[in-house]
Structure formats: C-alpha cells, structure tokens
Nanobody, 124 residues
Framework: QVQLAESGGGLVQAGGSLRLSCAAS????????MGWFRQAPGKEREFVAG????????RYRDSVKGRFTISRDTAKSTVYLQMDSLKPEDTAVYYC?????????????????WGQGTQVNVSS
C-alpha cells in the first residue's frame, strides 16, 4: 500500500516556474513507477510525465517536453515535477500516481494509487 500527498501548486504568471512534490509512504515505494497526471475543468485526466522505479527512464507528453522535468529522490520517498516556461494551458489539478506494475501507461486506469491533487493556475 502506498499513500501519496502532493504539494507545491499555486498561481504563477505565464513563463514562470513551479516545482510540485509528491511525498510517498509505504515500504514498496522504491519499486513503483511514478507519474504525474493533470485534469483541467471539463476535460479528461491526462498523462504528463512518468519515471521508472530506478529513475533511469522517463517519459513526457509532447506538450510539456523541454519544459517539465520529473525526478525522484528515493531516500526522501519523494517525486518531483519541475515545471518551467508555464503556459495558461497548463492550468489544471495535478495528481501524483504510482504504478506497481511499471508499465507507465498514458491511460490513468492502470495506475493503482493516487494523491488528492494540487491546483496549478497559470495566468496570461
């Protein structure tokens, strides 16, 4: 069992930066693939970025490549999402997720564990 808690959201102007954190608890965190999803009002939840349990592999949705960076600190049981050059279309609730099977799929359904989400608002 893994519990996830996001933090770091807020209001930022376009072009600005935010760093989201996801603190995980549970003995098997180190073996889970971790990811970030987001959901804007009236839209489906979408994959943003994922990272393998070792941290050696990562994947991003096309619209955030070159602007967002996912990382993990196993010693702190924390996953980060560094978001730079933010755009108004990045506005959404951002969720941290864990996948014990390691497939890192874009479909949110196979991801077993979720945090409560943190709101990110980017003003133009």
């Amino acid at each position: 069992q893994v519990q996830l808690a996001e933090s770091g959201g807020g209001l930022v102007q376009a072009g600005g930066s935010l760093r989201l954190s996801c603190a995980a608890s549970g003995r098997t965190f180190t073996t889970y693939t971790m990811g970030w999803f987001r959901q804007a009002p009236g839209k489906e939840r979408e994959f943003v970025a994922g990272i393998t349990w070792s941290g050696s592999g990562s994947r991003y949705r096309d619209s955030v490549k070159g602007r967002f960076t996912i990382s993990r600190d196993t010693a702190k049981s924390t996953v980060y999402l560094q978001m730079d050059s933010l755009k108004p279309e990045d506005t959404a609730v951002y969720y941290c997720a864990a996948d014990p099977d390691g497939y890192m799929l874009s479909d949110p359904k196979p991801w077993d564990y979720w945090g409560q989400g943190t709101q990110v608002n980017v003003s133009s």
